[in-house]
């Protein structure tokens, strides 16, 4: 049912930028192939990421590996590319800045895009965001055995609720009127949810929710409704805008490789 969710809201998601053209030029205008040709000379793409947010990036202990559903699409756009993947951890609110300044060649982060957003125009500003990869719920969470019961965010007044700084969660949430705690990953503001002497709520994607409660006894008093999420590069980079576009639009076609990796990391 998940990943079934998941592609019919990125399906909408297509159409709805299909109809407004917010990603048109960059998904069939020709690549100009200056950065594809120092990426293959490197031998290497490197991506952004936080690995701090299963199941979409995070450390394998075991491995030493990063893995997730981030990590797996970038390698069907690396292995497009015909080069190694490289994953470059780092605090999440500083994937944007490394990513304009050119230290990365891409973002893959779990990093939302509504184009009717303020912070996602913002977003779009700074960087260029690829077609929606996958589109995910965003749910207020407490522990299991809590008692706060709310009907919109407005509600958690004089409650502390946390968030990952730099989020989407974090602008709504002060745009609620409210002063959420702010984290600089998403592991922190779960170990603060879960010591059950930190915050009252915590203000997350909803795979984040399952992958943890999977060990702990946590709860969804709220789904703010969805979300689409994107990859990200230099508007300086239209070549590799193009062929994360053309990966992505791929994986979605009958039999394509996207639903083996939402079965893999979602269902």
């Not at 031998?43 to 797996?72: C, H, K, Q, W």
Request: hydrophobic share 45%; net charge negative; with cysteine.
């Amino acid at each position: 049912m998940k990943r079934e969710m998941a592609v019919v809201g990125m399906i909408a998601c297509l159409a709805g930028g299909f109809l407004a053209g917010w990603f048109i030029p960059p998904l069939f205008a020709p690549p100009s192939g200056e950065l594809i040709s120092k990426i293959k000379s490197r031998g290497e793409l490197r991506v952004g990421t936080s690995t701090d947010y299963p199941p979409f990036e995070f450390d394998n202990i075991t491995s030493g590996e990063i893995e997730g559903f981030d990590v797996d699409v970038s390698r069907l756009i690396a292995d497009e590319i015909g080069v190694d993947l490289e994953m470059v951890n780092m605090d999440f609110d500083a994937l944007i800045g490394a990513c304009a300044a050119g230290t990365i060649d891409m973002i893959a982060a779990a990093l939302t895009y509504d184009p009717t957003s303020e912070i996602g125009q913002q977003r779009a500003t700074q960087l260029a965001p690829s077609i929606p990869y996958i589109t995910v719920a965003q749910v207020v969470i407490t522990l299991g055995d809590s008692l706060l019961e709310i009907n919109n965010l407005s509600d958690l007044s004089g409650s502390d609720v946390g968030c990952q700084s730099g989020s989407v969660m974090e602008a709504e949430l002060l745009g609620a009127g409210l002063t959420p705690f702010t984290f600089g990953s998403a592991l922190l503001l779960m170990q603060d949810l879960v010591s059950g002497m930190g915050i009252d709520a915590a203000y997350i994607d909803e795979p984040v929710f399952t992958a943890w409660n999977n060990t702990y006894d946590l709860k969804i008093i709220l789904s703010t409704g969805t979300d689409p999420m994107s990859l990200w590069c230099r508007h300086e980079d239209p070549d590799l805008l193009y062929i994360i576009n053309t990966v992505i639009l791929t994986g979605y076609e009958p039999n394509g490789t996207m639903y083996d990796l939402l079965d893999k990391w979602f269902v």
